[in-house]
Every structure is written in structure tokens, then in C-alpha cells.
């Protein structure tokens, strides 16, 4: 599958964005997905994804409350809305694919199958 992130940008501390993953696959709703972020010298991590099977979401603690996932399968795409930026949140954002298991899908980066080409959000202070 491949996938495609867009949305990114600046913005100010407090505001919001929506990112947005389209996928090229038509089993889009066989695969997990979730969005990851890299800062600069820091470890990628998860942030947020949705389980196939039932639409479970997960979300890491630093931005619960704060940023939604969700699909929209007629349009095989993946969105992120983030509200209440802070300027922690300045990344790289990888949109991210999966069609095994869940748990290690959001645990280990590194066990992720596909991913898209990231998208830089910055948010100032």
C-alpha cells in the first residue's frame, strides 16, 4: 500500500490542524493505520491509530484530549485533527500502515510495514 500525508504546516500555539493520509490501497479497511511523529534527534513514536477490525482507537498519552484519528474508507483516508498545539508537538508526521496486529502496529515503529513520506508540522510559541 502506499500512502500519501498532507496538511502539514505552521501555526501558532494553541491552534489546530488536520492531517490527511491517502491510501492507494483498495483494502484500505484491512489495514491498521496511524500517524507517527519525529522531532529533530528525538526516536520516532506513535501518536494515534485505528485498529481494522473494529475502528479502536489508540492515541499516546501527550496528545489525548487533543487530537482525533479517524478513516473515512469511501475515500481511503487516513485524517489526524489536532487542536491546541503546542510547540512539543513540531514534527515530522508519518502516516503509517499495517494489516497485522494491533498492538505491536502502535508499540514498536520499527515492527510497521508501510509508511508515508511525512509531512512537517511546526508550531511556535
Known amino acids: 500500500v502506499q500512502l500519501q500525508a498532507s496538511g502539514g504546516g505552521l501555526v501558532q500555539a494553541g491552534g489546530s490542524l488536520r492531517l490527511s493520509c491517502a491510501a492507494s490501497?483498495?483494502?484500505?479497511?484491512?489495514?491498521?493505520m496511524g500517524w507517527f511523529r519525529q522531532a529533530p534527534g528525538k526516536e520516532r513514536e506513535f501518536i494515534a491509530g485505528?485498529?481494522?477490525?473494529?475502528?479502536?482507537?489508540q492515541y499516546a498519552d501527550s496528545v489525548k484530549g487533543r487530537f482525533t484519528v479517524f478513516r473515512d474508507s469511501v475515500k481511503s483516508t487516513l485524517y489526524l485533527q489536532m487542536n491546541s498545539l503546542k510547540p512539543e508537538d513540531t514534527a515530522v508526521y508519518y502516516c503509517a500502515a499495517d494489516h497485522r496486529a494491533f498492538y505491536p502496529f502502535y508499540s514498536d515503529y520499527t515492527w510497521v510495514n508501510y509508511w508515508g513520506q511525512g509531512t512537517l508540522v511546526t508550531v511556535s510559541s
Open positions: 490501497e483498495r483494502t484500505f479497511d484491512s489495514y491498521h
Open positions: 485505528i485498529a481494522w477490525s473494529d475502528s479502536s482507537a
